[in-house]
């Protein structure tokens, strides 16, 4: 279960980048004309959070595994993906919401059981992943890669109502399990952790 946990998490770098992101993803894929495949890539998303669900219920010491790889957890790994997939529900060109629905909800039931195993609650504190400023810098960047929010007077309100829904369960794993968590949008450029090593990263520190 470890293995194959790892292997989702591995891919996802080539993908949306280490640290991931949900808007590093989409660039890639919009950038490569690949949106097509991004469906495919749903499907596996979902069957490995579907796994990553049953294997992590039944064997709740996984997740204090760590990633073998740095700037990667499986944590951050299911996060990227409900952000993902939470924005595709909401609406954007080329992919259907539906299909983006599939894996949200599988993924949401990942987060809120995994979420309930240390008998932790959820969140409460108001921290804000996405605060406005964000969605502004991450709408406006959709629009520069040519796949802008359909509806954009609400769109802020309605992915808010799905991202209420796991939030509040992966902000309180993360704590718990000293994991950071991916982010909306990349802060900085770094290099994806194929493209480096451990001995660059010692270098830099």
Known sequence: AFSRREVGISLLDAHAGSPSSALEMLRRHSQGHVMDELIEHLHEWENWSAELLESHLSYPVLMYYRSQHDRQSWLSALTTILDVSALLTI???????????????????????????????????QIRRLPHEDFIRLKEALIEIGIPLHDEDTAEERLAALREQYEPYVITLARYLQMPLSGWVDVLETADDWQTSAWNHKKQA
């Open 91 to 125: 609406g954007i060109d080329e992919v259907p919401e539906k299909a983006a629905w599939f894996t949200f909800a599988i993924a949401c039931h990942a987060a809120i059981d995994l979420g309930q195993v240390f008998a932790t609650s959820p969140d409460d504190t």
